[in-house]
């Protein structure tokens, strides 16, 4: 595991040992918990939510041995008298200060409430953001180099409707396209407008379900024979599907006012005075 090749990544941290919870360890006195395992592999991982008891044996272990290296390291620190050096202390209250403004931030943003109408009246003034544009489910035939044989395919084709159709388009999709989709028969699946080249997309979009282009449509890759086997039309998400993501947004954004509009009534009643920085001559 990444996380636990350098024992100095959660060592830095400065997050102080837990005494409750299950013991993983105890060193000279300290407790070495769970909590403490979770704690190493939250910061070592931010962005790969693990937990301690999805970890293999091995790793436990691992971690097990860093988080105990940790503590005595602590010790030899302290023993070597560290906490009194002035590159400690200048550490400690720029770490003291970040922590302070983080929790006062967090309470800030737990402060920050947004009801119900307000995300609603949201959602209703700003609609087309929530619109899902239609959608054709096709199925193509790709012949790329033989014009007339794609017209040969669509005059075999013109006749049927209906199941009939689509089985035989499946047939020869599996038979004669040169694309990859042939062994599918042709299935492109559900997709959007603008999602295919141009001339592909334009003539997709022209269809009615359950027919064919009555010319091959040229296109980069040759020449298509395209079947609409569904379309959904556009629609509008409901409320319910996005109103959670629309509360966190909105909480966001009136959580940044509050900082912008705090930091200058904060700034106007204090004394601020701007220095220069001069540049050393050469």
Not at 37 to 48: G, S
Not at 153 to 164: M, N, Q, R, S, W
């Amino acid at each position: 595991m990444k996380m636990i090749k350098n024992t100095l990544l959660v060592l830095a941290l400065g997050t102080g040992l837990a005494h409750a919870g299950d013991v993983l360890a105890t060193v000279n006195g300290t407790n070495v918990t769970v909590e403490d395992a979770e704690r190493f592999i939250r910061a070592a991982n931010p962005q790969q939510p693990m937990t301690y008891s999805t970890l293999s044996e091995k790793d436990k272990k691992t971690i097990t041995d860093r988080l105990v290296e940790r503590v005595l390291f602590i010790e030899a620190a302290k023993k070597a008298e560290v906490e009194k050096d002035e590159a400690y202390q200048k550490a400690l209250k720029i770490a003291k200060d970040e922590l302070l403004i983080n929790q006062w931030m967090k309470k800030q943003y737990e402060a920050t409430v947004v009801s119900e109408s307000e995300a609603k009246e949201f959602y209703e003034k700003n609609s087309a953001q929530f619109q899902k544009p239609a959608q054709v489910k096709a199925r193509h035939i790709l012949l790329k180099k033989d014009e007339e044989g794609a017209k040969k395919i669509i005059t075999e084709l013109k006749a049927l409707k209906g199941d009939a159709l689509k089985e035989k388009f499946i047939a020869l999709a599996k038979e004669k396209s040169e694309g990859p989709s042939g062994p599918k028969g042709g299935d492109l699946g559900f997709f959007g407008p603008k999602q295919m080249v141009p001339a592909f997309d334009k003539a997709v979009f022209a269809l009615e379900k359950g027919t064919i282009t009555t010319e091959p449509v040229k296109t980069q890759f040759g020449y298509h024979v395209i079947y609409l086997e569904d379309k959904k039309d556009a629609s509008t998400v409901p409320y319910e599907q996005v109103k959670a993501q629309i509360i966190q947004n909105l909480k966001q954004t009136q959580f940044r006012e509050m900082l912008e509009k705090s930091a200058k009534e904060l700034r106007s009643k204090a004394t601020v005075t701007m220095e220069e920085v001069k540049k050393k001559s050469k």
